[in-house]
């Protein structure tokens, strides 16, 4: 089965710096990446995902990256706030599939100190 | 984004009862939903996928007796925690689907058994 690897396992970045976190995974089947923050006691929230067509995708401060090839995706977090603070996972599934498995990294939880 | 909602966000209850979590999805349909279990620091845990008008399948190594999964229409599932004891005290969370890929997170469910 698919597994995904991610780290570093906490980062602590100074408010205004930017915060890279990186996944690997296993199945070359794969082909839907989501990236979800999970703040204390709540449940994940998606904040960004990428399909294996295409290569980067931005949203604000946040963006996705994609290498098929070396399968591995990077979560980038640009002008980081306190608010960014919370635990992010990367995950990765085979979209179009009969059940929409979705597997995890083990999180990251970043820390921005202001 | 799509809403899922979870009740009751905490709950207490003595060693032997039983415990019911609703997952709900409230602005679209879903025939497949799906529970995990969270346990401090650590990263989600599938448990099983509940399919509507059809059996739950369960993860390896979960016990379909001790976690009963009712998908009772297009917007609900449960997961009943039954004979509870302390070690199923943990952070269950539902996922619902929007789409073919997307998947939306309740807030999560807090159980302590005393």
């Known amino acids: 089965g698919e597994n995904v690897e991610q780290h570093p396992s906490t980062l602590s970045v100074q408010e205004g710096d930017s915060a890279v976190i990186k996944c690997t995974y296993s199945?070359?089947?794969?082909?839907?990446f989501p990236w979800y923050k999970q703040e204390l006691g709540k449940g994940p929230q998606l904040i960004i995902d990428i399909r294996s067509n295409v290569g980067e995708k931005k949203d604000q401060r946040i963006a996705v990256t994609l290498n098929k090839t070396a399968k591995h995706f990077s979560l980038h977090i640009t002008e980081t706030q306190p608010e960014d603070s919370a635990v992010y996972f990367c995950a990765a599934s085979i979209m179009g599939g009969s059940n929409y498995k979705l597997t995890f990294g083990k999180g990251t939880l970043l820390t921005v100190n202001p | 984004g799509a809403v899922v909602s979870q009740h009751p966000s905490r709950v207490i209850c003595k060693s032997g009862t039983s415990v019911k979590i609703e997952c709900r999805s409230l602005d679209f349909q879903a025939t497949t939903m799906f529970w995990y279990r969270q346990f401090p620091k650590q990263s989600l845990m599938l448990m099983a996928t509940?399919?509507?008008?059809?059996?739950?399948?369960?993860e390896q190594g979960v016990e379909k007796d001790k976690f009963l999964i009712n998908h009772a229409s297009l917007t609900l599932s449960t997961l009943t925690v039954t004979s509870a004891h302390p070690e199923d005290s943990s952070f269950y969370i539902c996922?619902?689907?929007?789409?073919?890929?997307?998947?939306?997170f309740g807030p999560g469910t807090r159980l302590l058994v005393l």
């Open positions: 996922s619902a689907p929007q789409g073919v890929e997307t998947q939306y």
């Open positions: 199945d070359s089947a794969s082909n839907y």
């Open positions: 509940s399919n509507e008008g059809s059996k739950a399948t369960y």
